[in-house]
Protein backbone atom coordinates (compact mmCIF):
# COMPACT_ATOMS: atom_id res chain seq x y z
CA UNK A 1 0.00 0.00 0.00
CA UNK A 2 2.52 2.77 -0.95
CA UNK A 3 1.61 6.33 -0.89
CA UNK A 4 3.56 7.45 -3.45
CA UNK A 5 5.71 5.21 -6.06
CA UNK A 6 8.42 5.66 -8.47
CA UNK A 7 9.98 3.74 -11.16
CA UNK A 8 12.80 3.08 -11.71
CA UNK A 9 14.81 3.41 -8.29
CA UNK A 10 17.95 3.42 -10.58
CA UNK A 11 18.76 4.07 -13.91
CA UNK A 12 21.93 3.81 -15.72
CA UNK A 13 22.15 5.26 -19.27
CA UNK A 14 24.61 6.97 -21.87
CA UNK A 15 24.89 10.44 -22.61
CA UNK A 16 22.27 11.30 -25.10
CA UNK A 17 19.66 8.75 -24.45
CA UNK A 18 16.30 9.36 -24.11
CA UNK A 19 14.61 8.36 -20.45
CA UNK A 20 11.84 8.49 -18.53
CA UNK A 21 10.62 7.89 -15.09
CA UNK A 22 7.17 7.53 -13.34
CA UNK A 23 5.62 8.28 -10.67
CA UNK A 24 2.17 7.03 -9.06
CA UNK A 25 0.31 8.44 -5.93
CA UNK A 26 -2.40 6.88 -4.09
CA UNK A 27 -3.68 9.09 -1.63
CA UNK A 28 -5.79 10.61 -3.64
CA UNK A 29 -3.98 14.20 -4.30
CA UNK A 30 -4.62 16.71 -6.34
CA UNK A 31 -1.15 18.03 -7.07
CA UNK A 32 2.32 16.36 -7.78
CA UNK A 33 6.02 17.50 -8.10
CA UNK A 34 9.24 16.53 -9.40
CA UNK A 35 12.24 17.39 -7.45
CA UNK A 36 15.91 16.97 -8.19
CA UNK A 37 18.37 15.72 -5.77
CA UNK A 38 22.30 17.26 -6.43
CA UNK A 39 25.13 15.62 -5.19
CA UNK A 40 25.63 18.04 -2.18
CA UNK A 41 21.95 16.46 -1.19
CA UNK A 42 20.33 20.24 -2.25
CA UNK A 43 16.46 19.56 -3.46
CA UNK A 44 15.03 22.14 -5.73
CA UNK A 45 11.78 22.19 -7.37
CA UNK A 46 11.38 21.02 -10.84
CA UNK A 47 7.75 20.74 -11.96
CA UNK A 48 4.03 21.06 -10.42
CA UNK A 49 0.76 19.87 -11.42
CA UNK A 50 -2.52 20.22 -10.16
CA UNK A 51 -5.23 18.29 -11.37
CA UNK A 52 -3.11 17.66 -14.93
CA UNK A 53 -2.22 21.42 -14.98
CA UNK A 54 1.21 22.64 -15.13
CA UNK A 55 1.20 25.14 -12.42
CA UNK A 56 4.89 25.37 -11.59
CA UNK A 57 7.68 25.37 -14.38
CA UNK A 58 11.58 26.05 -12.94
CA UNK A 59 14.04 27.23 -14.97
CA UNK A 60 14.70 23.37 -16.44
CA UNK A 61 15.84 22.85 -19.82
CA UNK A 62 13.27 22.02 -22.06
CA UNK A 63 14.93 18.49 -22.97
CA UNK A 64 12.79 17.83 -19.36
CA UNK A 65 8.97 17.20 -20.19
CA UNK A 66 6.57 16.05 -17.70
CA UNK A 67 3.48 14.59 -18.52
CA UNK A 68 0.35 14.15 -16.36
CA UNK A 69 -2.23 11.42 -17.85
CA UNK A 70 -4.38 11.56 -14.94
CA UNK A 71 -3.97 13.51 -11.48
CA UNK A 72 -2.91 10.29 -9.81
CA UNK A 73 0.21 10.28 -12.18
CA UNK A 74 3.06 12.27 -13.39
CA UNK A 75 5.59 11.14 -15.26
CA UNK A 76 9.12 12.98 -16.06
CA UNK A 77 10.80 12.33 -19.62
CA UNK A 78 14.26 13.25 -20.39
CA UNK A 79 15.42 13.86 -23.64
CA UNK A 80 19.18 14.11 -24.94
CA UNK A 81 20.41 13.45 -21.53
CA UNK A 82 23.88 15.04 -20.65
CA UNK A 83 26.33 13.97 -17.45
CA UNK A 84 24.69 17.49 -15.57
CA UNK A 85 21.50 15.60 -15.16
CA UNK A 86 22.38 12.94 -13.09
CA UNK A 87 21.29 13.37 -9.64
CA UNK A 88 18.27 11.25 -7.50
CA UNK A 89 14.72 12.68 -8.51
CA UNK A 90 11.66 12.92 -5.99
CA UNK A 91 8.36 12.96 -6.64
CA UNK A 92 6.01 13.82 -4.33
CA UNK A 93 2.18 14.93 -3.91
CA UNK A 94 -0.34 16.86 -1.81
CA UNK A 95 -3.54 17.69 -1.18
CA UNK A 96 -3.27 21.66 -1.72
CA UNK A 97 -5.40 23.58 0.72
CA UNK A 98 -5.54 25.51 3.68
CA UNK A 99 -3.18 23.87 6.38
CA UNK A 100 -3.06 20.52 4.43
CA UNK A 101 -0.21 21.29 2.34
CA UNK A 102 2.09 18.28 3.09
CA UNK A 103 3.90 16.69 0.74
CA UNK A 104 4.53 12.70 0.86
CA UNK A 105 7.86 11.96 -1.28
CA UNK A 106 8.64 8.91 -3.56
CA UNK A 107 11.42 6.91 -2.61
CA UNK A 108 13.40 8.28 -5.87
CA UNK A 109 15.29 7.49 -8.73
CA UNK A 110 18.89 7.59 -9.12
CA UNK A 111 19.50 8.75 -12.45
CA UNK A 112 23.28 8.07 -13.61
CA UNK A 113 24.69 9.07 -17.19
CA UNK A 114 27.69 7.61 -18.48
CA UNK B 1 11.88 35.04 -2.41
CA UNK B 2 11.22 32.47 -0.53
CA UNK B 3 14.67 30.81 1.54
CA UNK B 4 15.91 29.01 4.43
CA UNK B 5 18.91 28.72 5.87
CA UNK B 6 20.06 25.89 7.91
CA UNK B 7 23.60 25.53 10.29
CA UNK B 8 25.82 23.55 8.04
CA UNK B 9 26.56 20.42 8.65
CA UNK B 10 27.89 17.62 9.32
CA UNK B 11 26.87 17.13 12.61
CA UNK B 12 28.49 14.13 15.26
CA UNK B 13 27.10 13.32 18.64
CA UNK B 14 26.82 10.53 21.32
CA UNK B 15 24.10 8.59 21.73
CA UNK B 16 21.81 10.09 24.83
CA UNK B 17 23.83 14.06 23.72
CA UNK B 18 21.19 16.92 23.16
CA UNK B 19 20.37 17.88 19.18
CA UNK B 20 19.35 21.37 18.11
CA UNK B 21 19.72 21.72 13.99
CA UNK B 22 19.42 25.82 13.65
CA UNK B 23 16.96 26.73 10.97
CA UNK B 24 15.82 30.29 9.76
CA UNK B 25 13.28 31.69 7.18
CA UNK B 26 13.00 34.28 4.61
CA UNK B 27 9.42 34.46 3.46
CA UNK B 28 6.81 36.98 3.00
CA UNK B 29 3.55 36.52 5.00
CA UNK B 30 2.70 33.33 7.17
CA UNK B 31 4.21 30.28 5.58
CA UNK B 32 3.90 26.56 6.53
CA UNK B 33 7.17 25.34 7.80
CA UNK B 34 8.94 21.58 8.14
CA UNK B 35 11.34 19.50 8.92
CA UNK B 36 11.70 16.33 6.40
CA UNK B 37 14.32 13.80 7.32
CA UNK B 38 16.03 11.33 4.98
CA UNK B 39 17.43 7.99 6.44
CA UNK B 40 20.10 6.25 3.95
CA UNK B 41 19.36 5.29 0.25
CA UNK B 42 15.84 6.25 1.13
CA UNK B 43 12.88 9.16 0.08
CA UNK B 44 12.00 12.19 2.28
CA UNK B 45 10.16 11.56 5.33
CA UNK B 46 8.14 13.74 6.88
CA UNK B 47 8.71 14.23 10.44
CA UNK B 48 6.88 17.25 12.06
CA UNK B 49 5.89 20.85 10.92
CA UNK B 50 3.69 23.91 11.98
CA UNK B 51 1.54 25.94 9.70
CA UNK B 52 1.42 28.75 12.68
CA UNK B 53 3.06 31.54 14.55
CA UNK B 54 3.98 29.76 18.01
CA UNK B 55 2.90 26.30 16.65
CA UNK B 56 4.65 23.25 18.23
CA UNK B 57 5.55 20.25 16.00
CA UNK B 58 6.63 16.95 17.64
CA UNK B 59 7.21 13.57 16.37
CA UNK B 60 9.57 11.00 17.95
CA UNK B 61 11.09 13.09 20.69
CA UNK B 62 12.18 15.82 18.12
CA UNK B 63 10.53 19.16 18.22
CA UNK B 64 10.37 22.61 17.00
CA UNK B 65 8.42 25.70 17.78
CA UNK B 66 7.31 28.38 14.91
CA UNK B 67 9.30 31.62 15.91
CA UNK B 68 7.85 34.89 13.49
CA UNK B 69 9.58 37.16 15.81
CA UNK B 70 12.83 35.61 14.69
CA UNK B 71 11.72 33.50 11.74
CA UNK B 72 13.02 30.34 12.95
CA UNK B 73 12.11 26.86 13.61
CA UNK B 74 14.97 25.17 14.80
CA UNK B 75 14.53 21.37 15.49
CA UNK B 76 15.38 19.79 19.08
CA UNK B 77 15.71 16.21 20.80
CA UNK B 78 16.47 15.59 23.99
CA UNK B 79 18.66 12.26 23.76
CA UNK B 80 19.61 11.15 20.56
CA UNK B 81 19.78 7.72 19.10
CA UNK B 82 22.27 5.78 16.66
CA UNK B 83 19.01 5.52 14.46
CA UNK B 84 18.37 9.03 14.32
CA UNK B 85 21.49 9.18 12.07
CA UNK B 86 19.86 10.69 8.84
CA UNK B 87 20.12 14.14 6.49
CA UNK B 88 17.25 16.61 8.05
CA UNK B 89 15.94 18.78 6.03
CA UNK B 90 14.15 22.44 6.98
CA UNK B 91 11.54 23.42 4.43
CA UNK B 92 8.86 26.22 3.74
CA UNK B 93 5.81 26.58 1.45
CA UNK B 94 3.17 28.77 0.71
CA UNK B 95 0.36 28.37 -1.38
CA UNK B 96 0.77 31.52 -3.01
CA UNK B 97 3.95 30.07 -4.45
CA UNK B 98 2.23 26.78 -5.57
CA UNK B 99 2.55 25.23 -2.37
CA UNK B 100 6.48 24.39 -3.77
CA UNK B 101 9.04 23.11 -0.91
CA UNK B 102 11.93 25.34 -0.47
CA UNK B 103 14.49 23.76 1.26
CA UNK B 104 17.54 24.40 3.53
CA UNK B 105 20.79 22.79 2.55
CA UNK B 106 20.40 19.43 5.06
CA UNK B 107 22.00 18.94 7.75
CA UNK B 108 23.72 15.60 8.40
CA UNK B 109 23.36 13.92 11.68
CA UNK B 110 25.67 11.03 12.97
CA UNK B 111 25.07 9.80 16.34
CA UNK B 112 28.08 7.13 17.74
CA UNK B 113 26.93 4.83 20.57
Known amino acids: DTAVSQTPKYLVTQMGNDKSIKCEQN?????MYWYKQDSKKFLKIMFS???????INETVPNRFSPKSPDKAHLNLHINSLELGDSAVYFC?????????????FGPGTRLTVL | GNSVTQMEGPVTLSEEAFLTINCTYT??????LFWYVQYPGEGLQLLLK?????DKGSNKGFEATYRKETTSFHLEKGSVQVSDSAVYFC????????????FGEGTQLTVNP
Open chain 1, 92 to 104: ASSQVGFGTDTQY
Open chain 1, 27 to 31: LGHDT
Open chain 1, 49 to 55: YNNKELI
Open chain 2, 27 to 32: ATGYPS
Open chain 2, 50 to 54: ATKAD
Open chain 2, 91 to 102: ALSKETSGSRLT
